[in-house]
């Protein structure tokens, strides 16, 4: 998995950077479960290579790099997503926000709205993650700068990899996973303090117990990376 060595300050430099030169930026924002499924997912892994912007969301990912001799910083999506949008409403730049349960987006959409001053929304969906047709129509009649897509890992990076090119006024596209749940009130954010000692997962774990299927590849990913410090590599 490529990441880049970017703080949270420097991934919003680099996104707005690109934005103005008029790039086209897709990021993601992995955790511990994305790398696992690209050790054996060549479409995962092949999207992953092909992203502007690679940047560890779970704490695992961080505490790794460490353990293997090259920190990365944890740059959130939540947090992403708070520190971008105020600089994209001063630059009068639409967001579409994409995915999550029905009527999510929209009261996800209002709190933006609430909190910056400005933010512009172009327009929301929940839709589906295999509904290109109807997902990519309803994006292309909004024509918004920027799209934030929670369909979940990994169909919402599948999703941006498939249709990003068919989007021309989309100039920045980000896997926001359970964000747009988050700001909707629909999930509760952490408290700051496992926020601060990266045990977020955790908390949401506790709040939804089916995930515990998803994090069952969270011991191997932890074997895996004890095994390469231990040898090395």
């Known amino acids: 998995m490529p990441f880049d060595r970017v703080d949270l300050a420097s991934a919003v430099a ?3 950077e690109r934005f103005d030169r008029g790039e086209r930026t897709f990021v993601i924002t992995a955790n511990p479960e994305f790398v696992m499924l690209a050790r054996h997912d060549r479409e995962a892994a092949s999207i992953a290579r ?19 001799g090259s920190p990365l910083p944890r740059v959130p999506g939540r947090l992403l997503v708070d520190a971008l949008a105020p600089w994209l409403a001063q630059r009068e730049a ?3 926000l994409l995915g999550a349960a029905p009527g999510v987006a929209e009261r996800a959409a209002e709190t933006l709205r609430r909190r910056i001053p400005g933010v512009r929304i172009a327009g929301c969906h929940a839709g589906s993650a295999e509904d290109d047709a109807e997902t990519t129509a309803r994006v292309r009649a909004a024509a918004p700068a920027v799209v934030l897509v929670a369909y979940g890992m990994p169909k919402q990076e599948q999703w941006i990899a498939r249709n990003l090119a ?6 920045v596209a980000i896997g926001v ?13 952490p408290p700051a303090i496992l926020h601060r000692v990266g045990l977020e997962w955790l908390w949401r774990l506790f709040r939804e117990p089916w995930r515990w299927r998803r994090q069952r590849v969270l011991p191997l990913f932890a074997l895996l990376v004890l095994r390469r410090r231990i040898l090395g590599r």
């Open 94 to 96: 639409s967001l579409f």
């Open 177 to 189: 996973g359970g964000v747009l749940d988050q700001l909707a009130g629909v999930q509760k954010v």
């Open 166 to 171: 068919t989007l021309p006024t989309v100039k």
């Open 14 to 16: 680099r996104i707005l």
């Open 50 to 68: 092909g992203a502007d912007l690679v940047v560890p969301d779970g704490t695992g990912v961080a505490l790794a790099a460490t353990l293997l």
